[in-house]
């Protein structure tokens, strides 16, 4: 008997606890595949390690919509190999979803955000509404400390890749859209048209000095993500591929996953390089700390401006800006946005965006030890996540702020 078959809760229920199989608990919604990444890569890297029992079967279960199919057909038979079925049914869903929500032994938390569909432990832990439903809330802190765990759980198993074999190629009317036969190296860039949570937007023109670079490296430049193709982009033979018909989270996923470097506006789109530890440059974000892990990712932040005080934030003073933001509960909005007119943002130049996408490429070719100035900035957070993160903030970047260190 299959888990399809499964008609009702109670149906589930006995089936799970039967069989003794269980359910990926806590991922984030189906149209963020992105952080859904770092949420299954979480599940992957605890049976590698031995962290949960590697005898019975797990159910990654979401509604059915084109990036769960996506996610379905690029990676599916490729994790079976950890004992993983991945299926796309909306009653299914909700059947799933209520069993975590009132037995979460069933289940495996794997989540890595803010909101929680099960818990076990109600320590720090509230009610909140949220798209007119009821959710377990968890802490800033809580996010911090999750994040942190499954940091040093990649860590302990950087010796096992377990997405080498599984991403789809580019081939078809893709690679006839790109312009590539295989052999090209590629590189996907990614642009913010609003300001929001972690990231702000930038100007396209800041990009210029990159892309010239890149173009004239002989990379084929490829626009990934939804928003619309700038038209200063045209002049650097950028393939306009989010606005072609072609677009889709497969083609997302083949692209990101093939491209020799990415420069991501912060975005969850920066999750696949992460996963795949390929070369990534995330640019604009003002956490400083809620960075992604990869040794290949180079971070280029956004410096905060004090516009009462006239003056930029410290590091550290921004990191703790961060920290203390409201909380779900406490604010309509989430502990990223920034409220107020009181901050304003110094914004990446385009300079530190060609030096940080030159030491991106520098770290894909090898290990690059991180300078003086890196090991100084990742001991300002030795309780977050850059103190366990293998990504660095572009030394290019703090040779111009080392006064704010």
């Not at 039967?18 to 595949?33: E, H, I, K, W």
């Not at 040794?295 to 410290?314: E, H, I, N, W």
């Not at 100084?376 to 290019?396: I, N, P, Q, W």
């Amino acid at each position: 008997m299959s888990i399809q078959s499964q008609s009702s809760g109670e149906q589930l229920y006995r089936f799970l606890r039967d069989t003794g199989s269980r359910l990926l608990a806590n991922m984030v919604y189906t149209d963020s595949p992105g952080h859904q990444m770092h949420e299954l890569d979480y599940f992957l890297r605890k049976y590698l390690a031995h962290e949960i029992d590697r005898g019975i079967t797990y159910y990654w279960i979401h509604r059915d919509s084109d990036i769960s199919r996506a996610m379905i057909e690029v990676f599916g038979d490729r994790f079976r190999n950890y004992n993983l079925v991945m299926v796309a049914d909306n009653d299914l869903f909700d059947m799933a979803a209520e069993i975590c929500r009132m037995v979460p032994e069933l289940g495996v938390d794997v989540g890595l955000g803010h909101v929680r569909n099960s818990v076990i432990e109600r320590e720090g832990t509230f009610i909140s509404p949220l798209n007119g439903r009821l959710h377990y809330i968890v802490t800033n802190d809580a996010v911090i400390n999750a994040n942190r765990t499954y940091y040093q759980l990649r860590s302990r198993t950087r010796d096992v890749d377990p997405w080498a074999e599984a991403k789809p190629a580019i081939d078809g009317p893709l690679a006839d859209l790109i312009g590539t036969d295989g052999r090209d190296r590629i590189a996907a860039v990614h642009l913010r048209v609003h300001s929001g949570n972690a990231g702000f937007a930038m100007s396209p023109d800041m990009l210029s000095a990159s892309l010239a670079f890149l173009r004239d490296n002989g990379y084929r430049i490829v626009k990934v993500g939804t928003e619309p193709y700038p038209r200063e982009f045209a002049a650097y033979g950028v393939v306009n591929y989010s606005e072609s018909p072609l677009r889709c989270f497969k083609n997302d996923l083949a692209i990101l996953a093939n491209a020799d470097i990415s420069l991501i506006n912060t975005s969850g789109l920066e999750n696949v390089a992460d996963v795949m530890n390929l070369p990534c440059v995330s640019f604009s974000n003002w956490p400083l700390t809620a960075v992604t892990y990869s040794k290949s990712t180079v971070v280029v932040p956004a410096v905060m401006l004090d516009a009462v005080r006239g003056r930029s934030l410290s590091f550290s003073e921004q990191i703790m800006f961060y920290r203390s933001r409201p909380e779900y509960w406490e604010s309509e909005k989430a502990a990223h946005y920034l409220q107020g007119d009181r901050f304003g943002a110094s914004l990446p130049r385009s300079e530190e965006l060609l030096a940080a996408v030159q030491e991106a490429l520098r770290l894909g070719e090898g290990d690059l030890a991180l300078t003086p100035l890196q090991e100084r900035f990742k001991r300002l957070d030795a309780a977050g996540l850059m103190a366990v993160a293998e990504s660095r903030v572009s030394d290019f970047f703090l040779q111009r702020y080392q006064h704010l260190i």
